[in-house]
C-alpha cells in the first residue's frame, strides 16, 4: 500500500471576496492539516486576491482572467484556458482535482478528459435559481455525468442534479464553520443595538427586499435605536443607495462595503438577516450562527432549514415577502428575552458544522466514497 499523500489540486476562478473563494481556502489549509498535499490553482493573479491562503497551501496562479469583446473572443479565451488548464492539472500530478462553480466545473471537466486524475466538481449555489445561458446549461447537464462525484451543499441541490443533469454519483457536503471565532463571543446583552447583513449587492441577495422591510418598520426601529449595517459590494450598489434615500433610510441603515473583519462585525451586533431569494449553503448565515448572533431568513431558500429551526435557534419569514421579513425583524429587536435565547442556541447549533463534523466527509469524497 502507498503511504504518499493524497495530492489535491483546488480549482477556483478566484480568490476574491465571495463565500465560495473563503470556502477554498480554508479547505485548502484543512486538508493540508490533515496530511495531504494541496495546490490551489486560480484563473485570477495573486495581486486581486481577498482571501489569503496559508503559507503551507501551493498556489498556481493561471493568468486566464480576460475580458472577451464578443462570441469569438469569448471562445478563444475559453479555448485558452482549456488548454492551459489541462496542462497544469498534468503538471500537478494529482490524484484528484475538485473544482468550485458552475462554469470552472464544465472547463474542468472538459480540461480533464482523458488525464489519470480523479475529478470532483463542487455546485455552490442552487442551479435551479442561478442563471448561467443556454450554453453552460446545455454543457453542465451533459458533463457533469463525467464527474466522479458531484459535491451538493444540500440535499435539495443533491436532488435537483440527480434530476437535471447526468451526475452518475452526489454527495452532500454543507460548508463547515469557524470554530475559532465561536470561543468567547459576547452576550447580546453587552451589543450595541445593531442589526446586520452581510454579502454580494446583487440581486441574489434580496438586500432590495431587506430595505422593503426595514422601511415597513422603520418608525419602531428606529425609535428603539437600532442601526443596520449591511457589507459587501456590488453591481447594485446605486440602486440600493436609491432605494435607501428615497425610503428615508440612509440616516440610519448603511451600505459599509467590504470588510475582512466580519467576524468582528458580527460579535458586535445583535441581530442578523438573511434576506436572499436563492443560495446553495449560506455561509454567512453560519458565520452569524457562530458569532452568536440572533438570525433570521426567509424560509424555502437553500440552506436555511438545514441551519434554522423556526423559533429554536432562529426565525424564518415566509415566502419573499418583506413586511413578513419586517415583522420577524421587528419581533427579534424587540423581545429581549426571545433575542438572548435564540442567540446562544444559534451558537451551540453551529457546532454541528465545525470543521471536525464536516471536513471528513470532504475527505472521504477525495478518497473516493460517500457518494449516494
Same mark, same amino acid.
Request: some cysteine; aromatic content about 6%.
Given at each position: 500500500?502507498?503511504?504518499?499523500?493524497?495530492?489535491?489540486?483546488?480549482?477556483?476562478?478566484?480568490?476574491?471576496?465571495?463565500?465560495?473563494?473563503?470556502?477554498?481556502?480554508?479547505?485548502?489549509?484543512?486538508?493540508?492539516?490533515?496530511?495531504?498535499?494541496?495546490?490551489?490553482?486560480?484563473?485570477?493573479?495573486?495581486?486581486?486576491?481577498?482571501?489569503?491562503?496559508?503559507?503551507?497551501?501551493?498556489?498556481?496562479?493561471?493568468?486566464?482572467?480576460?475580458?472577451?469583446?464578443?462570441?469569438?473572443?469569448?471562445?478563444?479565451?475559453?479555448?485558452?484556458?482549456?488548454?492551459?488548464?489541462?496542462?497544469?492539472?498534468?503538471?500537478?500530478?494529482?490524484?484528484?482535482?475538485?473544482?468550485?462553480?458552475?462554469?470552472?466545473?464544465?472547463?474542468?471537466?472538459?480540461?480533464?478528459?482523458?488525464?489519470?486524475?480523479?475529478?470532483?466538481?463542487?455546485?455552490?449555489?442552487?442551479?435551479?435559481?442561478? +442563471?448561467?445561458?443556454?450554453?453552460?446549461?446545455?454543457?453542465?447537464?451533459?458533463?457533469?455525468?463525467?464527474?466522479?462525484?458531484?459535491?451538493?451543499?444540500? $440535499?435539495?441541490?443533491?436532488?435537483?442534479?440527480?434530476?437535471?443533469?447526468?451526475?452518475?454519483?452526489?454527495?452532500?457536503?454543507?460548508?463547515?464553520?469557524?470554530?475559532?471565532?465561536?470561543?468567547?463571543?459576547?452576550?447580546?446583552?453587552?451589543?450595541?443595538?445593531?442589526?446586520?447583513?452581510?454579502?454580494?449587492?446583487?440581486?441574489? +441577495?434580496?438586500?432590495?427586499?431587506?430595505?422593503?422591510?426595514?422601511?415597513?418598520?422603520?418608525?419602531?426601529?428606529?425609535?428603539?435605536?437600532?442601526?443596520?449595517?449591511?457589507?459587501?459590494?456590488?453591481?447594485?450598489?446605486?440602486?440600493?443607495?436609491?432605494?435607501?434615500?428615497?425610503?428615508?433610510?440612509?440616516?440610519?441603515?448603511?451600505?459599509?462595503?467590504?470588510?475582512?473583519?466580519?467576524?468582528?462585525?458580527?460579535?458586535?451586533?445583535?441581530?442578523?438577516?438573511?434576506?436572499?431569494?436563492?443560495? $446553495?449553503?449560506?455561509?454567512?448565515?453560519?458565520?452569524?450562527?457562530?458569532?452568536?448572533?440572533?438570525?433570521?431568513?426567509?424560509?424555502?431558500?437553500?440552506?436555511?432549514?438545514?441551519?434554522?429551526?423556526?423559533?429554536?435557534?432562529?426565525?424564518?419569514?415566509?415566502?419573499?415577502?418583506?413586511?413578513?421579513?419586517?415583522?420577524?425583524?421587528?419581533?427579534?429587536?424587540?423581545?429581549?428575552?426571545?433575542?438572548?435565547?435564540?442567540?446562544?442556541?444559534?451558537?451551540?447549533?453551529?457546532?454541528?458544522?465545525?470543521?471536525?463534523?464536516?471536513?471528513?466527509?470532504?475527505?472521504?469524497?477525495?478518497?473516493?466514497?460517500?457518494?449516494?
Amino acid at each position: 500500500m502507498s503511504t504518499q499523500p493524497l495530492s489535491v489540486g483546488l480549482i477556483i476562478s478566484s480568490l476574491g471576496s465571495g463565500g465560495a473563494e473563503r470556502t477554498v481556502v480554508r479547505l485548502a489549509g484543512q486538508l493540508q492539516a490533515r496530511g495531504m498535499r494541496v495546490t490551489v490553482l486560480t484563473y485570477s493573479r495573486p495581486e486581486t486576491d481577498f482571501y489569503q491562503l496559508p503559507d503551507s497551501v501551493a498556489r498556481v496562479p493561471l493568468d486566464l482572467m480576460r475580458r472577451s469583446s464578443g462570441p469569438v473572443s469569448a471562445l478563444q479565451n475559453n479555448l485558452r484556458r482549456l488548454r492551459v488548464l489541462r496542462k497544469a492539472i498534468q503538471n500537478g500530478g494529482f490524484d484528484v482535482v475538485v473544482s468550485f462553480m458552475d462554469s470552472t466545473n464544465v472547463q474542468t471537466l472538459l480540461a480533464a478528459s482523458g488525464l489519470p486524475v480523479r475529478v470532483v466538481i463542487s455546485e455552490r449555489i442552487h442551479p435551479q435559481y442561478h +442563471k448561467v445561458g443556454a450554453v453552460w446549461r446545455a454543457l453542465r447537464a451533459r458533463l457533469y455525468g463525467r464527474a466522479d462525484t458531484v459535491v451538493a451543499q444540500t $440535499g435539495q441541490i443533491a436532488a435537483w442534479l440527480k434530476d437535471n443533469t447526468a451526475a452518475r454519483r452526489v454527495a452532500v457536503v454543507p460548508n463547515f464553520s469557524d470554530a475559532e471565532a465561536a470561543a468567547d463571543v459576547p452576550l447580546l446583552a453587552a451589543r450595541p443595538k445593531r442589526i446586520i447583513a452581510a454579502g454580494r449587492l446583487h440581486r441574489q +441577495k434580496g438586500f432590495d427586499l431587506l430595505l422593503a422591510a426595514l422601511a415597513a418598520q422603520q418608525a419602531p426601529l428606529r425609535e428603539g435605536g437600532w442601526q443596520v449595517c449591511i457589507f459587501g459590494e456590488g453591481p447594485e450598489r446605486d440602486v440600493l443607495q436609491q432605494q435607501l434615500d428615497s425610503s428615508g433610510l440612509g440616516e440610519w441603515v448603511k451600505l459599509a462595503g467590504k470588510t475582512t473583519q466580519l467576524a468582528t462585525e458580527m460579535q458586535q451586533s445583535r441581530v442578523f438577516v438573511l434576506s436572499s431569494r436563492y443560495e $446553495g449553503f449560506p455561509n454567512v448565515l453560519l458565520e452569524a450562527m457562530t458569532a452568536g448572533c440572533a438570525v433570521c431568513a426567509f424560509d424555502g431558500v437553500s440552506g436555511v432549514a438545514e441551519l434554522i429551526s423556526d423559533g429554536e435557534d432562529g426565525l424564518t419569514a415566509k415566502g419573499m415577502d418583506p413586511a413578513g421579513l419586517g415583522a420577524v425583524l421587528l419581533r427579534l429587536c424587540e423581545d429581549t428575552a426571545l433575542t438572548e435565547r435564540l442567540g446562544p442556541a444559534a451558537l451551540a447549533k453551529s457546532a454541528q458544522f465545525s470543521p471536525a463534523a464536516v471536513v471528513p466527509l470532504w475527505e472521504a469524497v477525495l478518497r473516493g466514497g460517500a457518494a449516494q
